[in-house]
Every structure is written in C-alpha cells, then in structure tokens.
C-alpha cells in the first residue's frame, strides 16, 4: 500500500514539473510585441533618378528588407502619401501581406493620390493606426522635401501630438545636397521627363520631429552611403 501511495505522489510530482516547464517554455517565446507604422513619401520628388533607379524605389527596397527579415513579433502598417494618403496595410505580422502591399506602391502612386506632399495626413492616419496599442513608433521615409503647400497650419507635422501620445518617431530621409532630378512631364508615349534642379534644403522639422519623440534621424546623401547603410539594425535599434 505504502508503495502505491509513494509512485502516486512520485507521478504527481513529475506531471507538475512538467506543466511548470512547459509554463516557462511559453513565457520564454512570448515576447512584448512592437508596432511599427512605416510612412512612405511618394510624391513627385521622390521619382528622383539621382538614386538609381529613384528614390521611391531604394525605399522600398529599404522596407522590403526590413519585412522578410523582421521578428515573428514584429507588427508592421504601411501608410503611403503625397497630397492624399492611404494605408495600404493595418497593423500586421504577416510578411506575405506587408510585401504584397509594398509591391502596389509606385510612380504612378502621386498621381491617384494627388500631388503634392501633405505630411499631416500621413501622420494623422499612423496616430490613428497605433492608437489601442502599445509599444508604438513609426518610421519616415522621405525625401524632406517640405514644400510651400505644407506652410499651411492643416499640413504641419503634428510633433505635439505624437510627443504627447510616446509615438517614437524615426526619420530617415534619402536626399543629397547637390542636384536632383525630379519628373516635370511626360512624351507623347507617357514616359516622365525629367530635370536637373538645385536640392532644396531639407527642413530642420524632421530633425526636431526626431528629437522631441526620442527617436532617431539619419540623412543619406548619396549611392555610396546607401549601400553602406543598415536598414536591418536601424529599425531594429529604434523600434519602441
């Protein structure tokens, strides 16, 4: 009898180590998870061909890489703009879905959303975004260029607003400081013409957008310096 009693307690003790390490299994795989909106410029000035093939291009590419080789519990939106914006994916971890809505994003992007390049908007639909979450940041891709339509009050960057809500902010803006080549026209066959333009400067707001929500600022000049660049480690380091 006493012997029976020891192999059930023996059995009993077993089954619990084993639920508590199946427990600890499970806390150790559940890891808090990051929500990042990634806000990507295609306006006009982002056909740019100074950046081969332009700059809209690199910054896909840029994204892409980031999204195939993201964590599992990486949670990405994707949110393009020029006058108008769109999300072209909510809040997701599924990398097939990131990339194929990466892949709708091209030249012809300004022309069904206007042109022009309205910041405020993208942003107003990012905070909208990450609103129920935690965890939150989001990632600019631009070309900085901050045209005069965006004097406007309704057209700023809401740095207050995402300062308030901890939305860590992450600029990262493809632009060199000599001349660039924006599309001025199409031939007859719709191709864009371009032309060689004096850079404008790029507005000092990104900077300060950057520094007011704890995030991070990196400026690329040139086809060397993009080459060289860690897109991987820049996200990763400044995800929230």
Known sequence: MSRFIILILLILTLGCKEKVNLTKEKEQKIEPTS????IIDASASMLSIEFKPNRLENIKKMADTIITTKKEN???SLIVFSENSMVISPLTDDKNKLLAGLKSINEKTYEK????????????KAIQVLEKVKSKSVFLFTDGVYANIDSKKENQIPVEILQNKRIKTNVLILANDDVFFPPV???????LLFVEMKSPKVDPIFTHLAQK???SFKRIYNNNELNEFDIVSFFQNNKF
């Open 74 to 76: 990486d949670s990405i």
């Open 213 to 215: 929500t704890n995030g």
């Open 185 to 191: 026209n199409k031939d007859k066959n719709g191709n």
């Open 113 to 124: 959303l206007g042109e022009g390049t309205n910041f405020n908007g993208a942003f107003q």
């Open 35 to 38: 929500n990042s909106v990634f």
